[in-house]
């Protein structure tokens, strides 16, 4: 499943890889690789393979999933859909409180000790992802975990998740997409080394120079 959903990011551009020309990244790191998971929303043949791959892996790895929860803002529409597929209430968590009515951060009913799937788009550092976990587990939800679309494998999140005690599985990896980028001619089998050596430490820029 993992090669199939990464050929559909692929195929549509959800995920782009750019070792020759590198995005710049708001904390000014310079990234092969820019992930926009929204695009599969737009895509309905993507999506669909998406959404049953969600299902499939709450249903294999949260069995006892109660309710789901979407991550603000990108987490929102999947976790409807997969919340729709699988009969199961959802709701969404805020990056913030709002500021008036009833200063929710959490929307939907939400109930203590509730069996929840925080449902996210993209795994990178995992701190926004942690962070709804954190305001779930304060309002009394029982986490479970996050299903995701797509981690870049960061050592950086893997241990803030570990830290947090937060379990997370995704549809597909970055190991597995430059894998299948590479078999596609979509890069060059260079490429697919500075990518993941990017990927190992992305404040060292040694990549771009081909520095092994």
Same mark, same amino acid.
């Given at each position: 499943?993992?090669?199939?959903?990464?050929?559909? &990011? &692929?195929? @549509? /551009? $959800?995920?782009?890889?750019?070792? =020759?020309?590198?995005?710049?990244?708001?904390? #000014?790191?310079?990234?092969?690789?820019?992930?926009?998971?929204? &695009? !599969?929303?737009?895509?309905?043949?993507?999506? !669909?393979?998406?959404?049953? #791959?969600?299902?499939?892996?709450?249903?294999?790895?949260?069995?006892?999933?109660?309710?789901?929860? #979407?991550?603000?803002? $990108?987490?929102?529409? +999947?976790?409807?859909?997969?919340? +729709?597929?699988?009969?199961?209430?959802?709701?969404?968590?805020?990056?913030?409180?709002?500021? +008036? #009515?009833?200063?929710?951060?959490? /929307?939907?009913?939400?109930?203590?000790?509730?069996?929840?799937?925080?449902?996210?788009?993209?795994?990178? !550092?995992?701190?926004?992802?942690? /962070?709804?976990? =954190?305001? &779930?587990? $304060?309002?009394?939800?029982?986490?479970?975990?996050?299903?995701?679309?797509?981690?870049?494998?960061?050592?950086?999140?893997?241990?803030?998740?570990?830290? +947090?005690?937060? %379990?997370?599985?995704?549809?597909?990896?970055?190991? !597995?997409?430059?894998?299948?980028? $590479?078999?596609?001619?979509?890069?060059?089998?260079?490429? %697919? =080394?500075? @990518?993941?050596?990017?990927?190992?430490?992305?404040?060292?820029?040694?990549?771009? %120079?081909?520095? %092994?």
């Amino acid at each position: 499943m993992k090669k199939e959903i990464a050929q559909g &990011l &692929l195929s @549509i /551009e $959800a995920v782009f890889l750019r070792p =020759e020309e590198p995005f710049t990244w708001a904390s #000014g790191i310079k990234s092969p690789i820019y992930c926009d998971n929204r &695009l !599969t929303l737009t895509a309905p043949e993507v999506r !669909t393979k998406v959404e049953n #791959g969600l299902v499939q892996l709450i249903r294999e790895n949260y069995p006892d999933c109660e309710i789901l929860m #979407g991550t603000s803002t $990108a987490g929102i529409a +999947h976790a409807a859909i997969v919340g +729709h597929l699988m009969d199961l209430p959802m709701g969404y968590v805020r990056g913030s409180a709002k500021d +008036h #009515g009833r200063t929710n951060q959490i /929307e939907g009913k939400l109930l203590p000790g509730q069996k929840t799937v925080v449902v996210e788009d993209l795994i990178s !550092t995992a701190g926004s992802s942690v /962070e709804t976990v =954190e305001v &779930l587990r $304060a309002a009394g939800a029982d986490v479970l975990g996050i299903v995701s679309i797509f981690t870049y494998g960061m050592k950086k999140a893997i241990d803030r998740l570990s830290e +947090h005690q937060v %379990k997370n599985v995704s549809l597909c990896d970055l190991d !597995t997409l430059v894998e299948v980028a $590479a078999e596609t001619g979509y890069i060059k089998q260079d490429d %697919k =080394e500075k @990518i993941i050596k990017f990927r190992n430490n992305p404040s060292d820029e040694g990549w771009m %120079k081909g520095d %092994k």
